[in-house]
Structures are given as structure tokens and as C-alpha cells.
């Protein structure tokens, strides 16, 4: 059995009624154009998905990572690829920590032994890490630590390595992404940049043998029609347009709320998020003053000195700027 606390996440911090600082998704609905185009899809609704839209969403995601259609997974979000990893049957698993917690629940309620590599300090890979795993998985940039790891140090972990870059779209440029390299399973979510949670909405690039493992014993019509059509329009050079716009508008949010919590920023943020390490007490004092950020204490590595507080624009950050310095005084 899993423990609970590895299935938190922030949209059980974010309670009705509380500014939500805990949930990292980016916009509270997808852009007009976006609805748009799911509610053209809804007359397809009475049709069973077909294999054209489905080839269409893979080609849409092969053209804009430069892979072949048949290197490309659509999935139920990216967390549905996490509950897949299993069929890989690895002996031993490794997770780098503190990170997201799914792919080790994966692992674990699959019977798979579950290795962690632990990070502290800055949160960076060192140059080679030890372990018998055969499988590894890490998130680049990481969630909740912020860091974006050097593409070549990832390639150096051990076994077979999955990337999560569920957050990548949020980095200028994406430099340090291996979507392109056919020997990494890299996990892509577009839940959080268009506001698909609650549709869901992602993708895997990988090999076609390795895809086909994982795909094996998925139920026929795997993906709904509006998913499909999510995906295809996400990937479309339009949406990529806006896409790198967003990154860079995040980028300058994220300098804004870096000058702005200098003294608690643990390192400077390359996903639409920060870690802070504040004083224990410190989550809930927010959340009397109806502010809830990300509790960190589930996650292997962390405790309740830290916080992960998901970045904003200026004017709505500066409403839990304001409180944390209230907290502060209060706290000292
Ligand atoms: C690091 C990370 N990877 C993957 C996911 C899952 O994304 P999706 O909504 O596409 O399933 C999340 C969701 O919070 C996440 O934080």
C-alpha cells in the first residue's frame, strides 16, 4: 500500500474559498481559441474517437518535436504515462527526490522496488550518481524544487531513463529538453499551460518498441475525441506561438517574485513555481489568511520549513508577498 501522503498534491491545499498559491497550473480555464475548438469537437461526441484524429494528434506532436508519429503516445495527461512505466517491468526503480511522487506510487503499488536519489543543497544533479536501478526518473525542470538539470547529467543517470517535462514548455527556449533524443521516454503534459486539467491531457515521445510495451493492454479508444483535438491544436505552430510567449512572460514573473522573496527563495526558479524554506507554521498562518500554498513535507527530501508557492503575475503575487511578510512578524 501507497502512502497517502504520496498521492498529495496541491489541489488538496488549494481549498475553495483560499487565493490558490498551491495548484501550478497556469491559467484557471484554456483561451478562448482553445474552447473554441473543444466546442466544435463536441459534436464528434457521439462518434467512438477514430484512428485519423488520433494519427492527426500524433503527427501535430512528431512535427513539433521533430520525431516520427510513431514515436509519440497520447495520453490521459502526463500522469497517466507515470501509471504506465510499470509494464517495463524494471527490477529496481530510481526516482530523483525531492520530485514529483506519482511515478513512485507507480512503482510501488506495482511491487517494483523504488530506489531515492535525494538532492540537497541547490537541488542540482552532481556529475554521476550511484545506483543499481535499472530505470530512473526525474523531472527537468523539477517539481517542486524549481531547477532545471543539465541535459547531460541526466543522461548520465543510471538504467533507462524517463524525463518528466511537464513544466519544459514553461522555459524559454527549452534548452536543457531531450524530446529530441530517441534513447529518453520524455513525458509532456499540456494541462498546465492551457488550462486542461480537468480535460487531461499529455504525451510521451520514446521509441516505437517501448511505446508499444507501454501502450499493450490500454483499453480499446484509450483517448477521448476532445482530448485528441487538445492535443492537435496544442501542438499546432499557432499555440506554440503563444506558448514561448507565455514562457517568456513567466520568466519575467519569475525575476519579479525572486527580487520580491530574495530572503527565502531556496534557488532561483526555472518553472512556473518557487521553493521557499520559511519557519514551520508558516503554510498554515497563510492559510488562515485565506492564502494556500503547496505543503513540501510529502515530498522525500523535504520538511515543513519549505513551501512551493506557484509564480503569478506581479499585481496577484504581491497579495502573498504581502502576507508572508505579515506571517513573518507574526512568526518571529
Ligand atoms: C511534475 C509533474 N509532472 C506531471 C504532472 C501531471 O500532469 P498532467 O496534469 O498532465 O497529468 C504534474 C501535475 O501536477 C506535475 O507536477
Not at 498534491?9 to 497556469?26: E, K, M, Q
Not at 474517437?49 to 512535427?63: K, Q, T
Amino acid at each position: 500500500m501507497t502512502s497517502p501522503d504520496l498521492r498529495h498534491h496541491g489541489d488538496v491545499d488549494a481549498a475553495p474559498g483560499l487565493a490558490d498559491f498551491a495548484v501550478n497550473v497556469r491559467v484557471p480555464h484554456p483561451p478562448a481559441w482553445l474552447r473554441e475548438r473543444l466546442a466544435a469537437a463536441l459534436d464528434e461526441l457521439g462518434r467512438y474517437p477514430s484512428h485519423l484524429a488520433e494519427l492527426r494528434a500524433r503527427e501535430a506532436v512528431a512535427r513539433r518535436h521533430g520525431r516520427s508519429p510513431d514515436e509519440v503516445l497520447l495520453l490521459n495527461g502526463a500522469a497517466e504515462g507515470f501509471a504506465l512505466l510499470p509494464k517495463l517491468a524494471p527490477r529496481r526503480a530510481a526516482i530523483v527526490h525531492p520530485g514529483f511522487t506519482e511515478p513512485e506510487v507507480a512503482f510501488r503499488d506495482a511491487g517494483i522496488p523504488v530506489d531515492h536519489v535525494l538532492l540537497d543543497g541547490d537541488f542540482t544533479l552532481p556529475e554521476r550518481v550511484r545506483s543499481d536501478a535499472d530505470l530512473t526518473v526525474i523531472g527537468n525542470p523539477t517539481n517542486p524544487t524549481s531547477v532545471l538539470h543539465e541535459a547531460r547529467r541526466i543522461k548520465a543517470l543510471p538504467g533507462r531513463l524517463v524525463v518528466d517535462e511537464a513544466f519544459m514548455d514553461a522555459v524559454p527556449g527549452e534548452p536543457e529538453s531531450l524530446a529530441h533524443d530517441p534513447d529518453v521516454l520524455v513525458l509532456r503534459s499540456l494541462t498546465k499551460t492551457w488550462g486542461l486539467a480537468g480535460l487531461r491531457a499529455g504525451y510521451l515521445l520514446g521509441d516505437p518498441e517501448t511505446l508499444a510495451r507501454l501502450a499493450h493492454g490500454r483499453p480499446h479508444w484509450p483517448v477521448g475525441s476532445l482530448t485528441l483535438e487538445a492535443i492537435t491544436a496544442c501542438c499546432e505552430p499557432e499555440a506554440l506561438a503563444q506558448s514561448a510567449e507565455f514562457a517568456k512572460q513567466q520568466q519575467r514573473y519569475a525575476e519579479h517574485a525572486l527580487e520580491q522573496l530574495q530572503d527565502f527563495v531556496v534557488v532561483a526558479p526555472n518553472g512556473p513555481f518557487l521553493l521557499i524554506r520559511a519557519p514551520r507554521g508558516t503554510r498554515q498562518a497563510l492559510r488562515d489568511k485565506g492564502i494556500a500554498v503547496r505543503r513540501c513535507d510529502t515530498f522525500p527530501g523535504l520538511d515543513d520549513t519549505y513551501v512551493r508557492v506557484a509564480i503569478r503575475p506581479p499585481k496577484e503575487f504581491a497579495v502573498f508577498v504581502d502576507a508572508l511578510r505579515v506571517v513573518m512578524e507574526e512568526l518571529a
